[in-house]
């Protein structure tokens, strides 16, 4: 059964337009099964968003891999818009596709390989739905939560990346032949930021602290982001909360 909760709020009162028109706000829920730290995310899309690609996650204050929390379907299944024909070919249908650029920081600390090599999910080897959600069509608050509990620090990470966002640097003619590259062309853009369970009234705020390989060749974090442009405009900000315990 689906674990993944949906629920359109419409604040009448804070959120009408100039217009008068009711705003609508996402809430997304993960891991209803976890029983640790429970965690808000409210993330507030910028100029450039435009059906992105996401995957938050825990990690602890050495760089090592917890759990993710969140991911967004087309990554979690392989199953994107436009089905794969072949190397640089797409359809107009939905269908598998293997994208290791979309993600591959998180792909890679996950660390789950699939039959081909690549670490991003595949149809055969999915993410569980209790994880996924479609793609937000804008701003959204993810409620999740981590499986156990924790007392000490640790981190949380958010990566996002746009389909074939060019722009003056990364271009299509960058990495002549390299049909990886052309789905994304500016690379993934990574956020994190400490959360404190001493201190659950504080509330944190996640920034950008690299961006992923622009092929998905490697796990690693590159730190230079002097030559991303929109990619920095798909979000706003990324504020992290630890909810009360009930």
Known sequence: MRNTIFVALFFLASCISPRGTVVEELEVTTNLAGRGNALLLEITQGEAYNHPSLAVWAEDLE??????????????????GHGQLGPGKWDNKAGAARRP??????????NVKAPDGLFIPSPENP???????ATPG?????????????????????????????????????????????????????????????????TVFLNP??????????????????????????LHSVRVNIKPQP
């Open 127 to 133: 993410v569980p739905d209790a994880l996924t959600a």
């Open 101 to 110: 650029a979309t993600l591959p920081y998180w792909a890679h600390k996950r």
């Open 138 to 202: 804008g701003s959204f608050r993810l409620h999740s939560r981590l499986t156990g509990s924790r007392e000490a620090r640790f981190r949380i990470l958010l990566e996002i990346n746009k389909a074939w966002d060019a722009n003056a640097f990364w271009t299509n003619g960058r990495f002549p032949g390299d049909n990886d590259y052309f789905g994304s062309l500016q690379p993934s853009l990574v956020y994190a930021g400490v959360i404190d369970p001493a201190h659950p009234e504080e």
């Open 209 to 234: 602290i690299g961006h992923g390989h622009p092929s998905g060749r490697d796990g690693h974090l590159y730190t230079d982001l002097t030559t991303l442009t929109t990619a920095r405009e798909i």
């Open 63 to 80: 760089g090592n891999y917890l759990e993710t929390l969140f991911v967004t379907q087309y990554v979690a299944r392989g199953i994107y």
